[in-house]
């Protein structure tokens, strides 16, 4: 399902950045990007955070293993 409107804007410079799982303002962003699924994509992000899955990860990276895992379409810019 894919969401859109002005609170689902992304910021292209931070996509571009590494994903920080030490910081929780970095989960916030991220959440609140998927405002219909905010408790799937929380889980995902402090599992994924927990194994490694998005160590290193860029933002964009980040969104598409949300996508592949969770069937959760990729925030509109």
């Known amino acids: 399902m894919a969401h859109g409107g002005i609170n689902m804007a ?4 931070k ?3 590494r994903f920080n799982c030490s910081q929780e303002h970095e989960k916030i962003y991220v959440v609140n990007l998927y405002p219909d699924d905010k408790k799937a994509v929380k889980e995902f992000l402090i ?9 290193y990860s860029t933002h964009m ?4 293993l949300i ?3 969770l069937g959760l379409s990729i ?3």
């Open 61 to 64: 990276e980040v969104y598409e």
């Open 15 to 17: 996509d571009d950045l």
């Open 47 to 55: 599992q994924s955070c927990l194994d490694g899955t998005i160590h």
């Open 75 to 77: 925030p509109v810019k």
């Open 10 to 13: 992304r910021d292209k410079a």
């Open 67 to 69: 996508k592949e895992k």
